[in-house]
């Protein structure tokens, strides 16, 4: 064998060896598009960000509070807040809530929750205390809920 066909048999192996690469490469993408188990773990990132703010704490927060009345939301801003509900139980009461969702990260300081409480004392509403234990409580529940969704887009 020539110099020059050695060369050129060289050439054809290294375009036969990038080929199949390729193929091998394109055939895992492929192969990956038809997995219908569960989303990769990568994908499902605690960083979901389809609006302006985490989806996950996003969602668990308009399902924490679904039994209120909505007065606004904001899913760019990150702000829900809430119109004064009375419990059916305690008509002399009502709170109004707002959740602030500050981070694109599932995390516990990308929440604050904020309570505002009212009792019914002679015909008028007058501004009773919120126990720093409830709104604590609330953050914890949407935190919890955040996660069991985030779990739950991975398959997990």
């Not at 409830?134 to 919890?144: A, H, M, P, S």
């Amino acid at each position: 064998m020539t110099m020059t066909g050695a060369i050129e048999t060289g050439q054809s192996i290294a375009r036969l060896a990038k080929g199949a690469l390729l193929c091998t490469g394109l055939a895992l993408m492929l192969s990956a598009c038809g997995k219908k188990d569960g989303v990769a773990p990568e994908i499902a990132a605690s960083r979901v960000t389809t609006i302006g703010v985490n989806s996950y704490l996003w969602r668990a927060s308009l399902d924490t509070l679904s039994f209120m009345p909505l007065l606004q939301t904001d899913s760019a801003g990150g702000v829900i807040l809430t119109d004064w509900y009375a419990n059916p139980a305690d008509p002399s009461e009502r709170v109004k809530v707002t959740v602030s969702i500050l981070d694109q990260d599932l995390r516990a300081d990308a929440l604050r929750v904020a309570a505002s409480r009212e009792r019914m004392v002679g015909g008028t509403w007058v501004t009773a205390p919120v126990q720093a234990a409830t709104v604590q409580k609330l953050e914890d529940i949407i935190l919890t809920r955040a996660r069991d969704l985030r779990r739950s887009s991975i398959g997990g």
